[in-house]
């Protein structure tokens, strides 16, 4: 019998010797304006969990794909290691990921810090991109927070200095 494959991927090793956190490119965008807010309370304790080491180690090293990571973990769309959106249809998910991964000029599987990885994001994404070509058709997005996320970063805050509590 063949082995399962992992829905997730391993983590890579930084030189501190922890792993690096495996993050679908797209959810740096999300991070930014998250408030609490999510599919289900597992996500968003998942998701708060998440965030809240991102804004604590910036230093932290990340590994970008575009396959389910650790936010995907606990979201009730994640079957069959795919995101398969509760209405059927196909998932927009992976094309949002790759769209992010080109902007910034990176491809699947690159590894950088978060805090590499938000300086990219200030200086080649701006908060109309997101509704327009990254985020279009994303529940989230209609609230504003993430924008709102975005122009923080833009305006020279680091991602530790935008904190809000999540709701």
């Not at 927009?92 to 990921?97: A, E, F, M, N, S």
């Amino acid at each position: 019998m063949a082995p399962r494959p992992r829905t997730t991927p391993r983590p890579s090793r930084n030189r501190e010797g922890r792993g690096a956190l495996v993050l679908r490119a797209h959810h740096l965008l999300c991070a930014l304006g998250f408030r609490g807010l999510g599919y289900s309370p597992e996500f968003v304790a998942n998701m708060t969990r998440v965030v809240r080491a991102l804004r604590r180690r910036p230093g932290r090293m990340v590994r970008l794909v575009d396959t389910p990571d650790a936010i995907c973990r606990a979201c009730p769309n994640l079957r069959g290691g795919r995101c398969r959106p509760a209405a059927g249809g196909r998932s927009r998910v992976p094309t949002r990921d790759r769209k992010v991964l080109r902007r910034l000029g990176l491809k699947p599987g690159a590894s950088l810090t978060a805090r590499a990885a938000y300086a990219l994001i200030r200086a080649r994404i701006t908060p109309e991109d997101l509704g327009r070509e990254f985020c279009a058709g994303c529940r989230w997005v209609a609230l504003g927070y993430c924008e709102e996320g975005l122009a923080v970063l833009r305006a020279g805050a680091s991602m530790s200095a935008s904190r809000r509590r999540p709701a």
